[in-house]
């Protein structure tokens, strides 16, 4: 296993000679471990609303979007499609809406769970432990919950509290598991006061949480959100993500690892393609109907916004075939069982 004082010095190495050496063993060991499959996802952002104010995020409460959210048939019909282009994965996102309500997203779930072979992903925020285990209940497989950042002063920042209660995504996470969810989580990388340090912690955490899925893109400012004009790091947040990538899939090699439409945003020429190259073994295209997409702006000028989903599809599988990957069929499930050293 990767020691602290490793992830500490890939996190300061800037020698390009000897970053490629990270990148081959994080490939390595993500060809031994997932093999050459990338798994597609299917991604459907269900609602933007949100009652919560994180200070990063374009579609805090409040703040100047349209919003709308997906009926049942219409997230059902997007499931379909899912099936139709053969991704094994449907995952349903939004931001923390109580009007996606307990009985609605279960029903819409077991339509999906009845009619399709999908494995079934929510990424719905901050749940009640009675919604949590009736979803799971109803068929939804995996929860992802990033947890943003492990250092707790600047997490209480970017992601203030609700009044009523605490926000502990790391205890979440634990609760989703003893559910029998397979749990993802993950963080920003290049928050304004975020350190090394911080990072270093956050793949540590990767790895004492055992994620099954880890997502991990850069922070990307939104000028509408007050975290907009604070002084974020000085290093380059495009290369640090591919230093998380990469020391991620040695910390948690049997995990799925997304390269993400964040890093796609900064680099469109080729930064999901290079996260594959760096660890990374999972895309998740765009699912949400056109005419939504442009209202989930968590952040501004997000790739692939216009593009229908078979235009997408196409344009991913292309890409695969350049660097000589496959797509994966079926669920993609973690591979839990004991995996051997990096
Ligand atoms: N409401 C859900 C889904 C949020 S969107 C939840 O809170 O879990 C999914 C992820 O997008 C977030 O977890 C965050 O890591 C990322 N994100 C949000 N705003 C961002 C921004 N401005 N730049 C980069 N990533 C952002």
Same mark, same amino acid.
């Given at each position: 296993?990767?020691?602290?004082?490793?992830?500490?010095?890939? %996190?300061?190495?800037?020698?390009?000679?000897?970053?490629?050496?990270?990148?081959?063993?994080?490939?390595?060991?993500?060809?031994?471990v997932m093999?050459?499959?990338?798994?597609?996802?299917?991604?459907?952002?269900?609602?933007?609303?949100?009652?919560?104010?994180?200070?990063?995020?374009?579609?805090? +409460?409040?703040?100047?979007?349209?919003?709308?959210?997906?009926?049942?048939?219409?997230?059902?019909?997007?499931?379909?499609?899912?099936?139709?282009?053969?991704?094994?994965?449907?995952?349903?996102?939004?931001?923390?809406?109580?009007?996606?309500?307990?009985?609605?997203?279960?029903?819409?779930?077991?339509?999906?769970?009845?009619?399709?072979? %999908?494995?079934?992903? %929510?990424?719905? !925020?901050?749940?009640? !432990?009675?919604?949590?285990?009736?979803?799971?209940? +109803?068929?939804?497989?995996?929860?992802?919950?990033?947890?943003?950042?492990?250092?707790?002063?600047?997490?209480?920042?970017?992601?203030?509290?609700?009044?009523?209660? =605490?926000?502990?995504?790391?205890?979440?996470?634990?609760?989703?598991?003893?559910?029998?969810?397979?749990?993802? !989580?993950?963080?920003?990388?290049?928050?304004? @006061?975020?350190?090394?340090?911080?990072?270093?912690?956050?793949?540590?955490?990767?790895?004492?949480?055992?994620?099954?899925?880890?997502?991990?893109?850069?922070?990307? =400012?939104?000028?509408?959100?007050?975290?907009?004009?604070?002084?974020?790091?000085?290093?380059?947040?495009? %290369?640090?993500?591919?230093?998380?990538?990469?020391? +991620?899939?040695?910390?948690c090699p049997g995990a799925?690892?997304?390269?993400?439409?964040?890093?796609?945003?900064?680099?469109?020429?080729?930064?999901?393609?290079? +996260?594959?190259?760096?660890?990374?073994?999972?895309?998740?295209?765009?699912?949400?109907?056109?005419?939504?997409?442009?209202?989930?702006?968590?952040?501004?000028?997000?790739?692939?916004?216009?593009?229908?989903? =078979?235009?997408?599809? @196409?344009?991913?599988? @292309?890409?695969?075939?350049?660097?000589?990957?496959?797509?994966?069929?079926?669920? @993609?499930?973690a591979r839990r069982?004991?995996v051997?050293? =990096?």
């Open positions: 296993m990767i020691t602290r004082a490793e992830i500490v010095d890939w %996190l300061h190495e800037d020698d390009p000679v000897r970053l490629a050496e990270l990148w081959r063993r994080a490939d390595d060991v993500r060809r031994r093999g050459d499959e990338v798994q597609l996802r299917g991604l459907v952002e269900v609602s933007n609303h949100c009652v919560r104010r994180c200070t990063y995020c374009g579609i805090r +409460a409040g703040a100047p979007v349209t919003r709308y959210r997906m009926s049942p048939l219409e997230i059902f019909e997007c499931a379909m499609q899912a099936t139709a282009l053969g991704y094994g994965t449907v995952v349903l996102q939004a931001g923390e809406d109580p009007g996606l309500e307990l009985d609605i997203v279960s029903e819409t779930i077991r339509a999906i769970r009845k009619r399709t072979e %999908l494995a079934i992903t %929510l990424s719905l !925020g901050e749940r009640s !432990g009675a919604e949590l285990a009736a979803w799971r209940q +109803a068929g939804a497989d995996r929860y992802l919950l990033r947890f943003e950042t492990s250092n707790r002063e600047l997490y209480e920042r970017i992601h203030p509290a609700r009044a009523d209660e =605490p926000s502990d995504r790391i205890a979440m996470l634990g609760r989703l598991r003893a559910l029998g969810y397979e749990i993802g !989580g993950g963080v920003m990388v290049g928050l304004p @006061g975020q350190t090394r340090d911080d990072l270093a912690d956050d793949v540590e955490m990767f790895a004492r949480l055992d994620l099954d899925m880890i997502g991990v893109g850069p922070y990307l =400012p939104h000028p509408a959100t007050p975290l907009a004009g604070e002084a974020r790091p000085d290093w380059d947040s495009e %290369l640090m993500t591919y230093r998380m990538v990469a020391l +991620a899939r040695l910390a799925n690892i997304p390269g993400t439409t964040a890093l796609a945003t900064v680099n469109r020429a080729d930064g999901r393609e290079l +996260a594959l190259a760096r660890g990374a073994n999972v895309l998740m295209p765009n699912l949400t109907p056109t005419r939504y997409r442009e209202h989930y702006e968590i952040y501004p000028d997000k790739a692939c916004l216009r593009e229908t989903a =078979p235009v997408c599809d @196409g344009c991913l599988r @292309g890409r695969l075939q350049t660097i000589g990957r496959t797509v994966g069929s079926g669920r @993609g499930d069982t004991a051997g050293e =990096p």
